[in-house]
Structure formats: C-alpha cells, structure tokens
C-alpha cells in the first residue's frame, strides 16, 4: 500500500475554488493510478475523478465533469483536485485513493486511501 495524506480542504462560499493535494508515500508513486473520492453525512461514497499512472488520461463523474480537474505530478508524488464554482452539494469529506489498475479504481475498488479533508461550501 502507499501513504497517502489530503489537505486543502476548507469552508468556501458557493461559487468558489478550491485546490485539494494528495501526498503519497511508501510506495512508487507512479505505478498507481489515482482518484477522488467524496462522502457526505448520511451517503454513499461517490466517485469524482481518477487519473491513470502518467496522467495521459482522466476520467469524471457526470457531477463534477466541468467545475474539477484531477492532474498529478509524478516528481512530487502529488495529485490534485482542482475544484471550481462550487456548490453547496459539494460539501463532504473528500478522499484520495489509489490502486494499480485504473479500472478498480473507477468501480470503488482501491488499495489506498487517505483519512480524508473537509469541504464545506456555503450558499
């Protein structure tokens, strides 16, 4: 397994951004694919976004496609959620997640994640 710790997360106001980082330790960083995850009170976890190992590819939920982007920098062992005109319903904990295949990934199936930041978004 890799480490893997979020931060960025905070209270925004609707229509806001915010930049969530994930640092990943332990292992290779760059034989994980990575995504985002994000749980409110009371629901299921919802996928976001995922990013293959290079980072040639991304993959979206249909919820978030247009206001967030996942990149990542293999240099820095770091992937990012780059999160614009918020919304109140993007309020929950987000979490990052890792696994060697993409594929699991994007079906919930991973063999990383992180404890998770806070984002509210108020309206």
């Known amino acids: 397994q890799v480490r893997l710790v979020e931060s960025g997360g905070g209270l925004m106001q609707a229509g806001g951004y915010l930049r969530l980082s994930c640092a990943a330790s332990g292992r290779t960083f760059s034989y994980y694919a990575m995504g985002w995850f994000r749980q409110a009170p009371g629901k299921e976890r919802e996928f976001l976004a995922a990013i293959t190992r290079s980072g040639s590819n991304t993959y979206y939920a249909d919820s978030v496609k247009g206001r967030f982007t996942i990149s990542r920098d293999n240099a820095k062992n770091t992937v990012y959620l780059q999160m614009n005109s918020l919304k109140p319903e993007d309020t929950a904990t987000y979490y990052c997640?890792?696994?060697?295949?993409?594929?699991?990934?994007?079906?919930?199936?991973?063999?990383?994640w992180g404890q998770g930041t806070q984002v509210t978004v108020s309206s």
């Open positions: 997640v890792a696994d060697t295949h993409i594929d699991r990934l994007r079906n919930n199936i991973y063999d990383s």
